[in-house]
């Protein structure tokens, strides 16, 4: 283990530059691995659950290569990150309320070509930002939308009106 350490470096010393060489492959070779390993939709970004975890776990193993954590304990803690997020992950589907808080709910923006403003204000949307997503999905107004929602990854999702 002496030796381990001494090719890792000291936590909390100066480490030296083929010291952080050496933990930026095992750090990377311990990423792939679990991105391997992990659900698909970990690094999918598919909700604030999902970028919450990537952005912990880039921030904890950027600190182990640099020397300013301790390697092995960081990638204990990020092993058991993606464990807790596989299991919150595979449990959000079974339970409402679990599914609320882990991943929030979709926010109906219009209904009928009627734009809800309330729903859009506490979404954060302005008017321009809703109509350019629009546009973006070859509407030219609201009025040509039957339904649109902001979804849970704040995607807005939107399903076109039928010509009568």
């Known amino acids: 283990m002496e030796t381990f350490h001494y090719l890792i470096g000291e936590n909390g010393a100066h480490i030296s530059w083929w010291q952080m060489g ?10 792939v691995f679990i991105y391997r390993i992990a659900p698909r ?4 970004r598919l909700s604030a659950f999902d970028v919450v975890l990537s952005v912990i776990m880039g921030s904890g193993l950027s600190r182990a290569l640099t020397g300013n954590a301790p390697l092995l304990p960081t990638l204990v803690a990020t092993a058991l990150l993606i464990a807790l997020h596989s299991v919150l992950a595979a449990l ?14 979709p926010v109906r923006l219009i209904s009928n070509g009627v734009v809800d403003w309330e729903a859009a204000e506490k979404s954060r949307l ?8 629009l546009r973006l999905k070859g509407l030219r107004g609201p009025a040509e939308v039957e339904v649109a ?16």
């Open 22 to 31: 050496i933990r930026a492959a095992i750090i990377f070779i311990y990423a």
């Open 126 to 133: 302005g008017e321009r930002d809703l109509t350019e997503q």
């Open 92 to 105: 959000a589907p079974r339970s409402e309320f679990l599914s609320y808080i882990i991943k929030g709910r």
């Open 149 to 164: 929602y902001i979804e849970r990854n704040g995607a807005i999702s939107v399903v076109k009106a039928q010509d009568k």
């Open 41 to 44: 939709r970990s690094f999918a």
